[in-house]
DNA sequence: AACCTACGCAACCGCAATCTA
DNA sequence: CTAGATTGCGGTTGCGTAGGT
């Protein structure tokens, strides 16, 4: 990677490269709540600090942003990554928006330590069947705890509406995006999701059964995961 | 106990997009 | 408008470690 510099050393530009030292992240930290992120290319200037802007980005982004979600992916994170990842592909950013304090190497990492070796078609149904076996489940503890089960279609009648919210105001952003976006909102309802409302939990088919798995954040609509600009 | 292998993670690189003078 | 600088993204690599033999 470093070819002979190897880690923790100088470049010919001499910018320190290699694990960072508590040191260099407490510099960082500090540059940040100062100035806020961004301006990557002047920390070094400011601080002191031998990195280079895409260093410092990256140490940031990935480690030191207080909004960081530390510990393991759970299997509600895990579905929605392999349905975001059938979906767009490696749009690792993409994803990873859809995922609070979930960064895209994270994400990264984790696709490829985990499904990489199966085929596509493959995990795709897998996490199909995943994703319905869970419905289910849930289903059955709902008709187990009725007011819980008010609640849940109080918060999916919610979600719709911030749904339609969030449709609008993307129409009126970007026609081709939201093209896009119905495309793959009649994917899900149609062929592509045979059982999605099968049981009619929800009604409309829509993604917002998809945002209600458990301890998944709210967010402000699937419609905005969607949404997530592409390059 | 020593060695091997696979996994998880952090960090780097190259390239493309975006910004700015 | 354009060229250089900066930022962001995806792919890749290397290290540390846990688990298996």
Redesign the pocket.
Known sequence: ??GQ???GTL?NDEW?????TAQEDKLLTEHVSLHGD?????VSKLTGLR?N???C???WV??LRPDLKRG?ITPQEEIIIQELHALWG?????IARSLPGRT???I???W???FKKSKPSKKVEKARARFLIRQRQEKQGQEEQQHLHQGAQQQQADMRAAMKRAEEAALAEDMEEMTYVYSVSCMLQGGGFSGYSSDGSTGDGSWGSLWNLGDVPDRPSAVTALHG?R?
């Open positions: 990677m470093d510099l190897g880690w470049d320190r490269k290699g694990p960072w961004g301006k990557w290319n002047s990195r802007g895409k260093s980005r990256l140490r990935n480690y393991n490696n749009r690792w950013s993409n895209d190497n994270e990264k990492n984790y490829r330590t985990h600009e390059r």
